[in-house]
């Protein structure tokens, strides 16, 4: 761990169900603790994936979620 710089972590999978939802775990989406991203089917997560244009951003950003500060 480093205290200094923010980590972020991602689960990957490996041949998920198509129908499968990729998103927060609902035990941990609370008031204060709010999704920090989308959640998507598998399926058109791929879609999406491989048919964007590269537009400098990452896929990552374009699946979060802008809050209200």
């Known amino acids: 761990m480093n205290s200094e710089k923010e980590r972020l972590s991602f ?10 939802v990729i998103g927060p775990w609902p035990c941990f989406i609370t008031d204060e603790t709010p999704p920090q991203f989308k ?3 598998v399926n ?3 879609k ?22």
């Open 11 to 20: 689960a990957t999978f490996y041949s998920p169900r198509e129908d499968a």
């Open 39 to 41: 959640s998507i089917k």
């Open 48 to 69: 999406d994936f491989f048919s964007r244009k590269l537009d400098g951003k990452s896929y990552r950003d374009a699946m979060r979620i802008k809050h209200p500060n």
């Open 44 to 46: 058109q997560y791929f």
